[in-house]
Nanobody, 114 residues
Framework: QVQLVESGGGLVQPGGSLRLSCAASGNIFSIGAMGWYRQAPGKQRELVAAITSGGRITYADSVKGRFTIRRENAKNTVYLQMNSLDSEDTALYYC????????WGQGTQVTVSS
C-alpha cells in the first residue's frame, strides 16, 4: 500500500498564493504520474495538474499561467504552487500517485475568500 499525506491548504484572500505538498510513503516500487485534482461543492472532480515520471506536465486551462506543479523524486513528493488565486479555485484538492494503481490523498481544503 501507498500512503499520501497532503499539506498546505487553507484560507487565502483573492490574489494570494498557497503551496500544496503531497508526500508518498509505503510500499513504493516506482511512481509514474503524480498530480492534483480538485472538487468544488456541487461540481465534478477535475484535473488541475499532472506530471509524469518523465517530466511531462499537463494543466487545466483554468490554471495555466497561475499554478505550477513540480515533483521531487528523491522525496516521492509532488508540489502545487498556486498563485493569483480567486474564488473559483475554492475546492477540496486531492493529490494522486500512480504506482501500479492509483492512490489518493485525503484531500486538503483551499478556500479563497476576502
Amino acid at each position: 500500500q501507498v500512503q499520501l499525506v497532503e499539506s498546505g491548504g487553507g484560507l487565502v484572500q483573492p490574489g494570494g498564493s498557497l503551496r500544496l505538498s503531497c508526500a508518498a510513503s509505503g510500499n513504493i516500487f516506482s511512481i509514474g504520474a503524480m498530480g492534483w485534482y480538485r472538487q468544488a461543492p456541487g461540481k465534478q472532480r477535475e484535473l488541475v495538474a499532472a506530471i509524469t515520471s518523465g517530466g511531462r506536465i499537463t494543466y487545466a486551462d483554468s490554471v495555466k499561467g497561475r499554478f505550477t506543479i513540480r515533483r521531487e523524486n528523491a522525496k516521492n513528493t509532488v508540489y502545487l504552487q498556486m498563485n493569483s488565486l480567486d474564488s473559483e479555485d475554492t475546492a477540496l484538492y486531492y493529490c494522486y500517485v500512480l504506482s501500479g494503481k492509483i492512490f489518493w490523498g485525503q484531500g486538503t481544503q483551499v478556500t479563497v475568500s476576502s
